[in-house]
Structure formats: C-alpha cells, structure tokens
C-alpha cells in the first residue's frame, strides 16, 4: 500500500516562509512524478510543481516561479517544497501527489497538472499567509 504523507504546513506572514515535506513509502513502489497541488477555499484544485525522483525535469505554474522550489531526497523517499516570499494568495490546503515509475516520466505542462495523472495523494496541510 502507497501511503502519501505531507508535512510543514502553518501559518505565516505575507514575505514568511515555509518548507513542505512529502513522505512517499511503499515496500516497492517507486515515483516517477510526484506534485504539489493546492485548493484554495472554494476554489478547484491546481498544480504547483512537479518533479521527477529520478533526477529528471522540474515545472513550476507561473505563479510560484521564481518563490518555490521543489526537490527531492532519495535517500528518505521525501519531496520537498521551499516557498519563500509567500503572498496571502497562497493560502490553501496543499497536497502531494504521486505517481508509479511504470507510468514513465513526469508528462509536459499542461498535462503535468492534470489531477487523474496522480493516483496517490496525501491528506495535505494547511498553509495560512496573512497580510
């Protein structure tokens, strides 16, 4: 069973930062893409970054370009993302997002924000940026 478990979320001020941490483990089960997505209150859900754990590329939506940074350690099976500069536009629930190697490499924007591409999810956490 894969489990997806995300970590790192609370409350900051506008210009603060945060670093989210996803946990991907299962006894053989390897990511070939895993994302960040976020909802905003009453809003649909919508890709963030992505990144492949194999060493491959990475894509950012244009609006966290330049502020957030995804990236992974193997060693733990942990995808990590740095977001720096943080705005109140921000605040949403945030989930990671993973998806078997089997399935090939993480595809090209915009497909790579496509939920369905994604069978396994976290419960996500909660990012709070006030002005």
């Known amino acids: 069973q894969v489990r997806v478990v995300e970590s790192g979320g609370g409350s900051v001020q506008a210009g603060g930062s945060l670093r989210l941490s996803c946990a991907v483990s299962?006894?053989?089960?390897?990511?070939?893409?895993v994302g960040w997505f976020r909802q905003p209150p009453e809003k649909e859900r919508e890709g963030v970054a992505t990144?492949?754990?194999?060493?491959?590329?990475?894509y950012y939506a244009d609006s966290v370009k330049g502020r957030f940074t995804i990236s992974h350690d193997n060693a733990v099976s942990t995808v990590y993302l740095q977001m720096n500069g943080l705005k109140p536009e921000d605040t949403a629930t945030y989930y990671c997002?993973?998806?078997?190697?089997?399935?090939?490499?993480?595809?090209?924007?915009?497909?790579?924000?496509?939920?369905?591409?994604?069978?396994?999810w976290g419960q996500g956490t909660q990012v709070t940026v006030s002005s």
């Open positions: 299962a006894a053989t089960f390897r990511p070939g893409c």
């Open positions: 997002a993973a998806r078997n190697v089997y399935r090939g490499r993480c595809p090209l924007p915009p497909l790579v924000y496509r939920t369905s591409e994604y069978a396994y």
């Open positions: 990144i492949e754990p194999g060493g491959g590329s990475t």
